[in-house]
C-alpha cells in the first residue's frame, strides 16, 4: 500500500469487547474495523455508502477479503486503520487496510474486493447503470482507469 490518494485514516481505540478471553483482539475484528474505515473513506470523499450506494440500490458485495497479522493489539490501545481505495473500476473496488499502533508500528494489513450488485444480486456495470455517480466518481479523481 502507498500513501496515496485516496488515503483516509480512522482512528480508534480497542476496547475489551474487541478482545478474547486473553485479552488479545480477537482476529474477526480486524474486518469489521476495515468496514468501518471503508464506509468512513467514502463519506470522506463525498460518497457516503446509505445514501449514495445503498439505497441506490448498489450494494458492495465482499469478493474476497484477507488479513495479515503482525503485532497484538490489546484493550485501550490508540490505532489508527489507514485505509486506500487501492481501485475504482466499472465492475469493482478493492480497498486496502494498515491498522497502526500508537507510534506507526504495523499491526496487521489487508485488503477487501467489493462487486457492485442490484438488489436481486446481479453485478453490473457501475458506469452504465449510474452514470451521474460514475461522472461524480470520476470527477473526484477516485476511479482507477482515471488516477
Known sequence: MADTYPLFDLEMMVTWGDCDAAGISYYAKSFDWFTNA?????????FPYMPE????????VCLHADCQYRKMLRPEERIVVRTE???LTRSRMTFAYR???EGGALAAEGQTKHAYVDNAGAPFNLERRHPELWARLAEAGLISEKR
Not at 471503508?38 to 463525498?46: K, Q
Not at 450506494?53 to 458492495?60: D, F, T
Request: glycine share 14%; aromatic share 8%.
Open 99 to 101: 491498522i497502526l499502533k
Open 85 to 87: 481505495l487501492a481501485e
Open 38 to 46: 471503508r464506509m468512513g473513506l467514502l463519506a470522506h470523499y463525498g
Open 53 to 60: 450506494w445503498h439505497h441506490q440500490g448498489i450494494s458492495l
